[in-house]
């Protein structure tokens, strides 16, 4: 301001500021608003929730616009080059670290890898360098975890797609079939894949509970039941030598007492019955729910008897 203008303490500015109305809030009345704010970061109390930190750059991919937070990183760095590890000569198959050539490049393509933890270009060469002046043996560089990675990928594939939209957004889309034939293929998580829908009764837990997934989309196509296959649309006979088409196939216990346990839920069938008459097989214009237990007789060994079909 000009010379002409008075001088103000801030003291003084923040005397007038702290005794306004601002602060002395009537919604407590014992204390004003700035007591309450002190009595809560004396506390350790949060002020304001933040239950996800700020996005400040992509995450979660390692591409050619990964930030490095303005950090400029040399290219000839013995980190980011080839390392001492052969590239060009694949890993055999039986190696135990298949297809890392060392268990120091599995752990650190490991730790790398983790979703929960984000890396940058910049933080990851950090990292190895400290490793490297701390002693650490078979550091491996940058370089060759990139290529390691590129190998596992072209091996099992990348379910991944980039996409930059018009506006410079960029997203990432999953494959999901691709993602579902991983974990099938996956021994650690092939036995816990959820084949059918399930009835949950009143309440629901997972995504395969519920009647939308039972009538809204289409039914796994066939069930396996004492070593014989089962197709949906297709004629069987039951043990009770009924006729009977399944339309769709689903977990569930109508027990008096339902457990939640997947493991001890049956595989029933909700389905036609079928009338065989003389003039041909009548089909009911009423589902109805049979357990694939009672399955006896397939579409295939009904077709050996012509004079049955």
């Not at 390392?83 to 490049?105: G, Q, R, T």
């Not at 975890?145 to 797609?161: C, D, K, M, R």
């Not at 980039?162 to 999953?174: C, H, P, Q």
């Not at 346990?261 to 079928?274: E, I, M, S």
Request: negative net charge; contains cysteine; proline residues 7%.
């Amino acid at each position: 301001g000009s010379d002409s203008e008075p001088v103000v303490p801030i003291s003084e500015l923040w005397n007038a500021i702290s005794s306004s109305r601002f602060y002395n809030s009537e919604l407590n009345e014992t204390r004003d608003l700035f007591d309450e704010l002190q009595c809560a970061l004396t506390s350790g109390e949060s002020l304001f929730s933040m239950p996800l930190a700020p996005m400040t750059e992509e995450v979660g991919f390692n591409d050619e616009m990964e930030s490095n937070f303005g950090i400029e990183l040399e290219d000839d760095c013995p980190l980011t080059t080839k390392s001492h590890v052969n590239l060009n000569s694949p890993v055999s198959p039986d190696h135990p670290m298949y297809p890392w050539p060392s268990k120091a490049h599995f752990i650190t393509a490991l730790l790398f890898s983790s979703p929960r933890l984000l890396f940058s270009e910049a933080q990851k060469k950090a990292i190895l360098s400290w490793a490297k002046e701390l002693g650490a043996r078979d550091v491996p560089s940058l370089y060759a975890l990139n290529h390691f990675q590129e190998t596992i990928q072209t091996l099992v594939g990348n379910p991944t797609e980039k996409v930059t939209a018009r506006s410079g957004n960029i997203f990432y889309f999953n494959d999901v079939g691709k993602a579902v034939a991983k974990d099938y293929a996956n021994p650690l998580t092939h036995f816990a894949m959820q084949d059918y829908p399930e009835d949950g009764g009143r309440g629901m837990s997972q995504v395969f509970n519920g009647e939308k997934m039972l009538f809204e989309l289409p039914s796994p196509p066939a069930a396996k039941v004492n070593g014989e296959i089962y197709f949906i649309k297709e004629l069987l006979q039951d043990s009770s030598g009924d006729y009977f088409i399944p339309e769709h196939f689903f977990f569930a216990s109508y027990a008096s007492e339902p457990t939640s346990d997947t493991a001890d839920k049956l595989l029933y069938a909700l389905g036609r019955a079928v009338q065989r008459t003389e003039e041909g097989f009548i089909i009911s214009d009423e589902q109805e729910i049979i357990p694939t237990s009672n399955f006896r007789r397939s579409f295939r060994e009904i077709s050996l008897d012509v004079n049955e079909l």
